[in-house]
């Protein structure tokens, strides 16, 4: 929907007023190596894309907060009473979410009109609540003069998450959202919050993303449950080791504590730290301009989620597996948290309708399920859009 169409639902919604209405925008990301590093002090690789949640906002003279959105049903007119309160499996917990940050800093954030529509598919791992939370945390920055820099609204926007939704997420979605560059991938340093923006030239390839549509059950109980074997990996080799975080492991130091850890924390905290050195030679190969090795390590990759941090499915290591067999590409991961959702692909750009064509009928024959396809760039993150 563009913005025209989107103001026009925002009157037909809410009416006139004399305030001003703004527009803001906040992109989902695409990670593309490095995953479930993030909470554990490591490096991630992600990108904001051209996908993302559109808010139109406007002041109200009184303290109630309306909330609507294209995309779901459900619309709450809050009283300033009402903001603290959460909402099961609900969408307007992200902004209220957020809300509740500003108001922790003894912000009082009411009176307000709020209208999303976003066109990141929902519960895909590619962000929409991270999206979401950080178009929502810029708004409110912008319209109430509050001068926060985006650093800190980024670690509003993951709070919110945290402490309101209840999902122990790290900082790497709302990071690449508000910061993503065009053409760049960020190799962001979770632990320093060292970023550097790292070029990325193409050429003949393609980023696409591919959409398992397998429906993510409990997938908010399995991630925090890994966050917690991490933990408990990481107490483990705090015993007798002096690493902060899980990251900060070398893999000689895990075989030192093998049979401290046991097996399956061995396998959590081996995938940790071997994503966390293959994001560091990525961002190499990358400036390099060496995508071959790059896809080598996509491959990798999805490998040790699969054997090691157990974070993908059947049906996502099929989809994998059948991308991987196509002509022209260079490596196939799933992004994300996983339980579901996409796989990212890099992929000789010419070979993409060949590529769409096979996959989705190999998918659908072996699954039963129909894939959906995305091709992505690399994009910018958070802005004020003109309303
Ligand atoms: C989710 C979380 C992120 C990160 C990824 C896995 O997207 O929100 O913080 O942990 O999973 O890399």
Known sequence: MNIQELNEHFQHHYGDSAEALRAFYAPGRVNL???????????????????????????????????????????AFLSAGELQ????????????????????????????????????PNGAGLSSSASVEVVTAFAINSLFELGLDALTLVQMAQAAENDFVGVNCGIMDQYASAMGQVGHVMKLDCGSLACEQVPVELGDFSFLIVNSNQRRELTESKYNERFSESRAALDVL??????????????????????????MLYRRA???????????????????????????????????????????????????????????????????????????????????PEFQKFVAQEYKDSTGLSADFYPVSLADGARELSA
């Open 270 to 352: 081996r995938h940790v730290v071997s994503e966390h050195n293959a994001v560091k030679k990525a961002a190499e190969l990358l400036r390099n301009n060496d995508l071959v090795q790059f896809g080598a390590l996509m491959d990798q990759s999805h490998v040790s989620m699969r054997d090691d941090y157990e974070t993908s499915t059947s049906v996502l290591d099929a989809l994998v597996d059948i991308s991987r067999r196509q002509m022209g590409v260079l490596g196939a991961r799933l992004t994300g948290a996983g339980f579901g959702g996409c796989v990212v692909v890099l992929i000789e750009s010419a070979e993409l």
């Open 85 to 120: 309160q959460k909402y099961a499996d609900h969408w307007i917990n992200y902004p209220l979410g957020v809300i509740d940050q500003f108001r922790q800093r003894g912000i009082d954030i009411a009176g307000l009109d709020l209208l999303y529509s976003g066109d990141i």
């Open 33 to 75: 190596l490095g995953d479930h590093t993030d909470y554990n002090g490591g490096l991630v690789l992600p990108s904001a894309i051209d996908y993302g949640t559109t808010l139109l906002v406007r002041r109200r003279s009184d303290k109630v907060v309306k909330l609507a959105s294209r995309n779901f049903n459900l619309v």
């Open 238 to 263: 705090q015993q007798s080791e002096s690493v902060e975080t899980l990251a900060q492991a070398t893999l000689e130091q895990l075989q030192t504590h093998q049979e401290a850890l046991g097996d």
